[in-house]
């Protein structure tokens, strides 16, 4: 018998089978296409106690009850359909597992569905990508709190490990776990983005190559922006193309694809109406990158600044660079945990914000050094508005921005595109003012509209007859 069932054998699944498996926890695969079960078990059959399953029937009946079963199966329909396929087999207390990249809304209405059935159901986020599947992801799990319990010891111990902490801990009810994924995966868009651009900048600034860059981020990863994708990035670029002799970087088609979790972290905001610059400007990259032959057209129609930016870049641009996305990236972080505290308060989830940075310190995309300061920032002090406001992160701001804001009048002067460096400055900007222009949009929208307006020194809402007498009326 198994204490856990892995449902769909591709990347994901495969690898957390083995990694429960190592743990020593006994597993039954299964898979649509069931010859993938087949293969499994020719290659990694003797790495553990795995029991083969070709049918759901089979699958259940292998399984220790109340039965639990993880599955790792393409978002979308796909859950549905594997969720169809195995729930008539189930008896009431069983406990089904999402953990692929699912839409938070999707896992409150499957999480409903499955309750009047007499089910239980857990949406977790997974983070890692393959190498954490296997030796320890970060997992965020959501959902049944009860059935949670019934899993809990197994997904503790398969995660990641820092500090002798796990990279795991129940985020709250419904979507809970799905939305906080859906949020690592917007900043993990904007942290992506932030790199690209000072890649982008330092390459056509200072014409280095990408093995000169590839120290560069080498050596930016032993600083405070120390992290996985800064250390992948350096690995990225220092790769070179058995085929051609180039760095592989310099061959590869520059359009970015996107699976939809960044999207939904921005539209999610928007309907909070939580700004996520950084993590929407990161979207729109990928969406404006993808448009590849329209961009060729327009290389060949649209002129850049004339004459602008013809002098060398001083070589401590890179240094500025480095300030510049460290700063970038507290701005990113601080409007992501924004974000998730919007949809607590809506939700009703009372996400633990100091809990989630814990388990993003290990095992996931995102996972940095930074993820410390930010752990540090919640466990000293409660109640925080903006993390921008907390001292470590004010005090890193103040000390960076004239390099941020000299990087950003760099790439404006030779028209090279920094749009998450300059959306995250205007924002911080912005949310440093006590008074904003938004007394003339007011103005403006009253005019066209008679939308009304408050006046700064009475209270009340008002409305000018503007293109009639010019009299302000008040309204209610
Ligand atoms: P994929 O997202 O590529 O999905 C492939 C799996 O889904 C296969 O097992 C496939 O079965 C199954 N499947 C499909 Br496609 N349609 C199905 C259907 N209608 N009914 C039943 N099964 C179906 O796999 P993955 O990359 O391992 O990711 C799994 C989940 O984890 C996804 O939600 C993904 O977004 C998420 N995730 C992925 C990563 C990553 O780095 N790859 C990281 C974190 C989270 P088949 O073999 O029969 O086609």
């Known amino acids: ?137 970060s997992i965020m799990p959501g959902g049944d709190r009860d059935a949670y319990q019934q899993v809990e010891p197994m997904l503790t111990m398969i995660s990641a490990h820092v500090d002798g902490d796990p990279c795991c801990t129940y985020i709250g009810p419904g979507g809970a776990g799905h939305y906080v994924k859906m949020v690592h995966n917007g900043i993990e868009y904007a942290d992506i983005q932030l790199i690209a651009e000072a890649y982008d900048l330092l390459t056509h600034a200072l014409n280095l190559g990408a093995e000169d860059l590839s120290r560069i981020f080498s050596e930016w990863n032993k600083g405070d922006l120390e992290s996985y994708l800064i250390q992948i990035t350096s690995e990225v670029l220092a790769k070179r193309d058995r085929a051609t002799g180039r760095p592989l970087v310099d061959v590869i088609v520059d359009e970015a694809e996107q699976k939809g979790t960044g999207k939904w972290a921005s539209q999610s905001a928007l309907d909070l109406g939580i700004p996520v610059t950084a993590i929407t400007e990161a979207v729109f990259a990928r969406s404006l990158s993808a ?51 919007a949809a607590s308060n809506e939700n009703g989830w009372d996400l633990q914000l100091g809990a989630i940075a814990r388990i993003w310190r290990g095992g996931c995309i995102i996972r940095a050094r930074f993820l410390n300061r930010i752990t540090d920032a919640y466990a000293a002090e409660g109640g925080i508005k903006n993390l921008l406001l907390v001292p470590y992160f004010r005090d890193a701001i103040a000390s960076t921005q004239d390099a941020w804001r000299r990087v950003i009048g760099v790439a404006v002067e030779r028209g090279i595109p920094v749009p998450a460096f300059s959306s995250s400055l205007a924002y911080y900007d912005a949310y440093r003012r006590e008074r904003l222009p938004a007394n003339l949009v007011q103005g403006l929208r009253d005019y066209f509209g008679a939308h009304t307006y408050r006046r700064i020194d009475r209270a009340g809402s008002f409305h000018t007859r503007w293109a009639q007498d010019g009299e302000e009326v008040p309204v209610r």
Do not use: C, W
């Open 1 to 137: 018998m198994s204490v856990i069932a892995v449902v769909g054998l591709a990347t994901m699944g495969m690898n957390l089978a083995r990694n429960l498996a190592r743990n020593g926890f006994g597993v039954s695969i299964y898979n649509r296409t069931t010859s993938r079960v087949d293969d499994f078990m020719k290659q990694y059959g003797a790495e553990g106690a795995f029991t083969p399953a070709h049918t759901p029937q089979d699958l259940v009946a292998q399984l220790d009850k109340p039965r639990r079963i993880l599955m790792m199966v393409k978002a979308g329909p796909p859950v549905d359909e594997t969720i169809d396929h195995l729930a008539p087999h189930l008896e009431a207390g069983d406990i089904l597992i999402d953990g692929g990249n699912s839409y938070f809304l999707d896992t409150v209405r499957r999480g409903k569905a499955l309750e009047a059935r007499g089910l239980r159901f857990i949406g977790t986020g997974v983070s890692g990508g393959e190498e954490g599947a296997l030796l320890g992801p």
């Open 291 to 341: 448009l590849k032959a329209d961009r060729q057209l327009a290389a060949r129609t649209l002129i850049g600044p004339n004459g602008g930016g013809k002098a060398p870049a001083p070589a401590s641009l890179v240094d500025d660079v480095r300030s510049a996305l460290y700063a970038s990236k507290i701005v990113a972080y601080a409007q992501g945990f924004e974000e998730m505290q």
